[in-house]
């Protein structure tokens, strides 16, 4: 934490002309300025890897079966494999005897034939014998050895064709769509590429970000608290969710609030082939703020330099040596929602995926009590409401400074410009954030692509 003399200076001279101009931007809609973000960005290049490094990374190209899952029709129990014209049609106070032809285990390779008239004990998942075309577990039937020593095996019912039976390719025909390109493997995904024997994937690779916060204010956590100073929550909660992603990162910071500084952080990370760049805070107005001012050294870009949302206005992106950066303010509720509807969409797209988050209509527990002039992002979570379906409940402590409601938080609920206090029970569009709409369809994956 330190404040050189020379920007006391600064502080009685006010913003310069850059910082006005760029304060004085024309706020965008966060539609808006999520459209112009995305545009700049394409998916990443893909790479082979193994299923297990896949995880929460996109399927670079479709992934097709390479042979029909299971491969053969398979025994769903443990029981005997039958004919079932041999048992025809059975009354339970008849009784149907038939010979024990074989056995078979599973993963036994091709069991014999099945001889017409006969059984074969099988196993749970083992190939069924040729001619087989019902299973019963053993359960249900009567087993007896005849004076010649041979088994055999009564049936007190008729089987209907395909019972206890698994049909070759009921998991996937040859060729069907295992993974659309654009989808995120995760342990289900790289399963079901695992049963048709896939061991490897193609997927983006991991883009490198950087995140660099910025404050003299800034004490790095667990440093003696000094009066005035702040310690530099966002870098923790920031690079917390950027580590949830499969991202290669690299944190600096917090940089003092100088020139140099954050122009050769900024360098640094283009230099350094950055995919993303994230800095927090001296996005707003002040004298000290100068993300604009370096952008503007570094010839940057400008994409949108004010957002239409409270928390979460003062955020400003910009192109710099061809690497997108987002400026997200150092408010830290604030730098979260930026977080949340801008820097994840970015992320989500350089990872070849297609950011949507799932948004319902749900009833706000407990309202929101005040009115609201902004498009206003509420930090909630879901519960389950009086009537056990789902209702959203804003946390109590929403000013763009705190973070007591982020935590346990896993939805933002949206109070429109011009309206406020929302009364209890009240439906609010609620963005569930971690649930991604594009993510949640298997139907969707097998339709065909986009
Ligand atoms: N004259 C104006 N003043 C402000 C405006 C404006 O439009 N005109 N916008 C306000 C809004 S909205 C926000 S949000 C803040 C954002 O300011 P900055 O992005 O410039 O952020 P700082 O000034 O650097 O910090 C704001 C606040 O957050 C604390 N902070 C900063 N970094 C961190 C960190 N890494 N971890 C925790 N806390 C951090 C900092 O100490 C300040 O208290 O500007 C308004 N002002
Ligand atoms: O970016 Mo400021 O959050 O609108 O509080």
């Known amino acids: 934490m330190n404040r050189p003399e020379e920007y006391r200076a600064l502080l ?48 670079a190209r479709d992934v097709r079966a390479p042979r029909p899952v299971p491969a053969e029709p398979r025994a769903a129990l443990d029981g005997y494999a039958v004919r079932c014209e041999d048992l025809g049609t059975l009354d339970t106070d008849a009784i149907v005897w038939l010979p024990l032809a074989g056995q078979q285990a ?9 001889p017409p008239g006969a059984v074969h004990r099988v196993a749970t998942g083992a190939v069924l014998p040729q001619g087989a075309d019902a299973v019963v577990r053993w359960e249900e039937v009567e087993v007896r050895r005849t004076a010649h020593g041979m ?47 896939l061991q490897e994937v193609v997927v983006r690779r991991r883009p490198r970000v950087w995140l660099i916060t910025l404050g003299d204010e800034l004490l790095a956590p667990g440093a003696p608290y000094q009066t005035g100073g702040t310690y530099d929550s966002n870098g923790v909660m920031l690079a917390g969710w950027l580590r949830c992603l499969p991202v290669e990162l690299t944190v600096r910071g917090p940089l003092p609030d100088d020139l140099a500084a954050l122009t050769a952080g900024l360098s640094e990370a283009t230099e350094a082939g950055a995919d993303l760049v994230i800095t927090s805070g001296g996005i707003s107005a002040g004298p000290y703020d100068l993300v604009a001012p ?30 997108p950066v987002v400026a997200v303010p150092g408010s830290p509720s604030a730098a979260a929602v930026d977080y ?5 969409p970015a992320l989500v ?50 000013r763009s400074s705190a973070v007591a409601s982020l935590a346990g938080a896993s939805c933002l609920v949206e109070v429109p410009a011009g309206s406020g206090p929302v009364p209890e029970g009240e439906r609010v569009t609620t963005w569930l954030l971690e649930l991604e709409a594009s993510e949640t369809s298997d139907e969707a994956a097998t339709s065909g692509r986009r």
């Open 151 to 197: 088994v055999e095996v009564g049936f007190r019912r008729a089987l209907e064709a395909g019972e206890g039976v698994v049909p070759a390719g009921e998991e996937a025909a040859q060729g069907q769509l295992l993974l659309r390109v654009g989808s995120r493997v995760d342990a289900a995904a790289a399963g079901r590429l695992a049963v048709a024997g």
């Open 349 to 398: 797209r350089l990872l070849g995926g297609r950011w949507e988050p799932l948004r319902l209509r749900l009833p706000l527990a407990g309202g929101y009590p005040r009115p609201s002039r902004q498009r206003r992002l509420l930090w909630a979570r879901l519960l389950a409401g009086p009537d056990g379906a789902p209702w959203v409940q804003a946390g109590a402590v929403q």
């Open 106 to 114: 599973a993963g036994l390779g091709a069991p014999a034939p099945l």
């Open 294 to 323: 370096a952008l503007e050294a570094l010839a940057g870009r400008i994409l949108f330099r004010q957002v239409r949302v409270h928390p979460g206005k003062a955020c400003a992106a910009a192109i710099v040596r061809g690497v």
């Open 340 to 344: 949340w509807v801008l820097v994840r």
């Open 12 to 59: 009685e001279e006010g913003p310069t002309p850059g910082q006005r101009a760029f304060a004085g931007a024309a706020a965008v809609s966060l539609e808006e300025a999520q459209h112009r973000l995305l545009a700049e960005l394409a998916p990443l290049a893909g790479e082979v890897v193994p299923l297990g490094e896949a995880l929460r990374r996109h399927a």
